[in-house]
């Protein structure tokens, strides 16, 4: 199997990590959470004009017409940055669910805006008793002229705060658990009836908590069939989860760099720490536990397009244990290597250690996802 990149996808890759390594140093990334969306908009309109969120849509919608791939080398530079702008809340996420759901009139009103960096969804899926799965969403969708009126609630919706509108999903029959009776809506930021209150997460990032009380959504903003939604949901959470796992991939790699610098240049008796084997021994194993990671991340972007959902599933599931016990390995080894240091607000690694603790506990944990595994019978493919 050949895994070398096109000539486009090493541009992409280029392009991305010098950005990252030019303007997203550790002190700058602080700079832009102090700003007032919570990242910086003028990092977010130098993506833009990089044409990364334009990435995954087709050309025809106005898009680059990549795929998992070209997604997979943004979100693991993004990964080593610690970026915190919305990408994938807006382009993965929210541009997930209109690629795949959206009416060619959708597409043409919302991809351009989205991809040229000017518009900014978040998905409003999650729900406080939901849990991992998207099938237990409860909020009403009740038909209404030739429409829907929303009710209820959203929970952690990241990036909703500073959103100009939202992918919703809703139950317009059915009952909680059900996988018929789910639809998705396009809801404007201002919509009347729609109050949201927004929050910073502990890696960073932003969310909010959505609420709508009567919130009227005319029938050319229902993305798809308003009953058979949750199949749509499913992949769009399957290809977050593929870009997810290259933002740890990218992030564990920067804890490894960082780790391994420090063990050369701190002394203790008189030496480098790093001289010590057992120092080293742990290094290697941390290095060990990242390629593992990297060989499921490359196994999950490679299954992230697969029509079959069994299939797909399997491979991402796969992928999400592998990258959590990695995850937690690295961080609590580079957090002991470095001592107190490292669990500070002013050193890199203690907010790497945080953001990796929030993508795995994302749509599922390392355990959540070997139970699903063993329930279908483990990986058929190994």
Request: with cysteine; proline share 4%.
């Given at each position: 199997?050949?895994?070398?990149?096109?000539?486009?996808?090493?541009?992409?890759?280029?392009?991305?990590?010098?950005?990252?390594?030019?303007r997203?140093?550790?002190?700058?990334?602080?700079?832009?959470?102090?700003?007032?969306?919570?990242?910086?908009?003028?990092?977010?309109?130098?993506?833009?004009?990089?044409?990364?969120?334009?990435?995954?849509?087709?050309?025809?919608?106005?898009?680059?017409?990549?795929?998992?791939?070209?997604?997979?080398?943004?979100?693991?530079?993004?990964?080593?940055?610690?970026?915190?702008?919305?990408?994938?809340?807006?382009?993965?996420?929210?541009?997930?669910?209109?690629?795949?759901?959206?009416?060619?009139?959708?597409?043409?009103?919302?991809?351009?805006?989205?991809a040229?960096?000017?518009?900014?969804?978040?998905?409003?899926?999650?729900?406080?008793?939901?849990?991992?799965?998207p099938?237990?969403?409860?909020?009403?969708?009740?038909?209404?002229?030739?429409?829907?009126?929303?009710?209820?609630?959203?929970?952690?919706?990241?990036h909703?705060?500073?959103?100009?509108?939202?992918?919703?999903?809703?139950?317009?029959?059915?009952?909680?658990?059900?996988?018929?009776?789910?639809g998705?809506?396009?809801?404007?930021?201002?919509?009347?009836?729609?109050?949201?209150?927004?929050?910073?997460?502990?890696?960073?990032?932003?969310?909010?908590?959505?609420?709508?009380?009567?919130?009227?959504?005319?029938?050319?903003?229902?993305?798809?069939?308003?009953?058979?939604?949750?199949?749509?949901?499913?992949?769009?959470v399957?290809e977050?989860?593929?870009?997810?796992?290259?933002?740890?991939?990218?992030?564990?790699?920067?804890?490894?760099?960082?780790?391994?610098?420090?063990?050369?240049?701190?002394?203790?008796?008189?030496?480098?720490?790093?001289?010590f084997?057992?120092?080293?021994?742990?290094?290697?194993?941390?290095?060990?536990?990242?390629?593992?990671?990297?060989?499921?991340?490359?196994?999950?972007?490679?299954?992230a397009?697969?029509?079959?959902?069994?299939?797909?599933?399997?491979?991402?599931?796969?992928?999400?244990?592998?990258?959590?016990?990695?995850?937690?390995?690295?961080?609590?080894?580079?957090v002991?290597?470095?001592?107190?240091?490292?669990?500070t607000?002013?050193?890199?690694?203690?907010?790497?250690?945080?953001?990796?603790?929030?993508?795995?506990?994302?749509?599922?944990?390392?355990?959540?996802?070997l139970?699903?595994?063993?329930?279908?019978?483990?990986?058929?493919?190994?």
């Amino acid at each position: 199997m050949d895994f070398d990149l096109s000539d486009e996808q090493t541009m992409i890759r280029d392009s991305v990590e010098r950005l990252i390594q030019d303007r997203y140093g550790f002190e700058q990334r602080g700079r832009y959470r102090a700003e007032e969306p919570g990242f910086s908009p003028a990092m977010w309109s130098a993506f833009a004009e990089l044409g990364l969120t334009a990435v995954p849509f087709a050309e025809d919608d106005g898009g680059f017409g990549g795929g998992p791939v070209e997604t997979m080398i943004i979100m693991e530079a993004f990964g080593r940055g610690l970026v915190v702008e919305p990408y994938l809340a807006s382009v993965v996420m929210a541009g997930g669910a209109i690629r795949h759901a959206g009416s060619a009139a959708q597409r043409a009103a919302w991809v351009p805006g989205l991809a040229d960096g000017s518009t900014r969804l978040a998905f409003a899926f999650a729900e406080r008793a939901m849990r991992y799965d998207p099938a237990a969403a409860a909020m009403a969708a009740t038909p209404s002229g030739d429409g829907y009126t929303l009710t209820g609630e959203k929970s952690l919706v990241l990036h909703g705060d500073s959103a100009d509108g939202f992918v919703v999903l809703a139950r317009t029959g059915g009952a909680a658990g059900d996988r018929s009776g789910l639809g998705l809506f396009l809801v404007p930021a201002d919509a009347q009836g729609l109050s949201r209150r927004g929050y910073p997460t502990q890696d960073g990032m932003r969310a909010a908590e959505l609420t709508f009380d009567g919130v009227s959504v005319p029938a050319d903003k229902v993305l798809g069939d308003p009953s058979g939604a949750l199949p749509i949901v499913e992949r769009v959470v399957d290809e977050t989860i593929a870009a997810l796992c290259a933002e740890a991939v990218g992030s564990m790699q920067r804890m490894h760099d960082l780790t391994i610098a420090y063990l050369k240049e701190r002394k203790q008796f008189g030496v480098p720490i790093g001289g010590f084997q057992v120092l080293q021994h742990r290094g290697a194993e941390m290095y060990m536990a990242l390629e593992q990671a990297r060989s499921m991340m490359l196994y999950a972007t490679m299954n992230a397009s697969e029509p079959d959902a069994a299939t797909r599933r399997e491979a991402i599931s796969a992928a999400k244990v592998q990258i959590g016990r990695s995850a937690k390995f690295i961080r609590e080894s580079a957090v002991q290597l470095h001592g107190g240091v490292g669990v500070t607000m002013e050193y890199e690694v203690g907010h790497h250690m945080k953001r990796l603790a929030m993508i795995d506990l994302a749509f599922g944990d390392a355990d959540h996802h070997l139970e699903a595994l063993a329930e279908n019978g483990g990986l058929a493919a190994l």
